[in-house]
C-alpha cells in the first residue's frame, strides 16, 4: 500500500542553519504531497503542497519539490530561526487511484533550533 | 473565514465509557475526515465523510464511529474506551476529494484520556 517514510530525529540545528527534512513516498496513483507543521499543543497546519510531478510547493521561506522519479519531497529551508522548531510531517493524498482525499503520514520530524 | 473548529479541547473519560466528539468545517467545506495521533502509532485515519456519506474508512474497531450533517459538521463516537484510546483526535476539512480540491485543514484537536 502507499506509504510514506520520514528521516529521523529530532533534528538539532542553530539559527540561520540550512535544513533538510528527507521525504520519501510510494504511491500505486498521482499522489498531491504535503508538508505539514505541529506546533505543541496545537493541531496540524499546512506548509505547503505540489500537486504533479516538478511542481515546488513554497511557504514562509520553505520549498519542496515533487520528484517523481525518486519518489521524493525533501523540505529545505535557507535559513531556520528558533521559532521553526516544531514537528514537521510530510503527507500523500493518492486521490487519484481511490478517489479518496485520506491522507498518509510520516512518522514526523522534530525540529529544535537554538539561539 | 474562521478554521476548523473541534470541541470540547480536553476530555477525561474512564474506561467503558463513552465519548462524542465534534468538528465544525471551514465554511464551504463539504469533506470532513478525522485522525487519531497517539506517541506509538503517529497520525492514522479514521474516516473520511463528504456529503453525508462515509467515503473511506480506517482500520479501526467498529467501536469507533462517525457521521456528517447537511451542513457539514461531524462527530465521531467511541464506545466501550479503552485505555489505548487515549489520544489527540485530529479533525480535517477539505473542498471536496479529489486533485485541487483534497487539500485538508485541521482544528486544533481533542485531547481524550482514558482512566
Known amino acids: 500500500g502507499d506509504s510514506v517514510t520520514q528521516m529521523e530525529g529530532p533534528v538539532t540545528l542553530s539559527e540561520e542553519a540550512f535544513l533538510t527534512i528527507n521525504c520519501t513516498y510510494t504511491a500505486t496513483g498521482y499522489p498531491s504531497l504535503f508538508w505539514y507543521v505541529q506546533y505543541p499543543g496545537e493541531g496540524l497546519q499546512l506548509l505547503l503542497k505540489a500537486t504533479k510531478a516538478d511542481d515546488k510547493g513554497s511557504n514562509k521561506g520553505f520549498e519542496a519539490t515533487y520528484r517523481k522519479e525518486t519518489t521524493s519531497f525533501h523540505l529545505e529551508k535557507g535559513s531556520v530561526q528558533v521559532s521553526d522548531s516544531a514537528v514537521y510531517f510530510c503527507?500523500?493524498?493518492?486521490?487519484?487511484?481511490?478517489?479518496?482525499?485520506?491522507?498518509?503520514f510520516g512518522q514526523g520530524t522534530t525540529l529544535q533550533v537554538k539561539p | 473565514k474562521a478554521g476548523v473548529t473541534q470541541t470540547p479541547r480536553y476530555l477525561i473519560k474512564t474506561r467503558g465509557q463513552q465519548v462524542t466528539l465534534s468538528c465544525s468545517p471551514i465554511s464551504g467545506h463539504r469533506s470532513v475526515s478525522w485522525y487519531q495521533q497517539t506517541p506509538g502509532q503517529g497520525l492514522q485515519f479514521l474516516f473520511e465523510?463528504?456529503?453525508?456519506?462515509?467515503?473511506n474508512k480506517g482500520n479501526f474497531p467498529g467501536r469507533f464511529s462517525g457521521r456528517q450533517f447537511s451542513n457539514s459538521r461531524s462527530e465521531m463516537n467511541v464506545s466501550t474506551l479503552e485505555l489505548g484510546d487515549s489520544a489527540l483526535y485530529l479533525c480535517?476539512?477539505?473542498?471536496?476529494?479529489?486533485?485541487?480540491?483534497?487539500?485538508?485543514?485541521f482544528g486544533p484537536g481533542t485531547r481524550l484520556t482514558v482512566l
Open positions: 480535517a476539512s477539505s473542498l471536496a476529494v479529489g486533485a485541487n480540491t483534497d487539500t485538508q485543514y
Open positions: 465523510y463528504f456529503s453525508e456519506t462515509q467515503r
Open positions: 503527507a500523500l493524498s493518492d486521490h487519484g487511484s481511490s478517489n479518496t482525499g485520506k491522507l498518509i
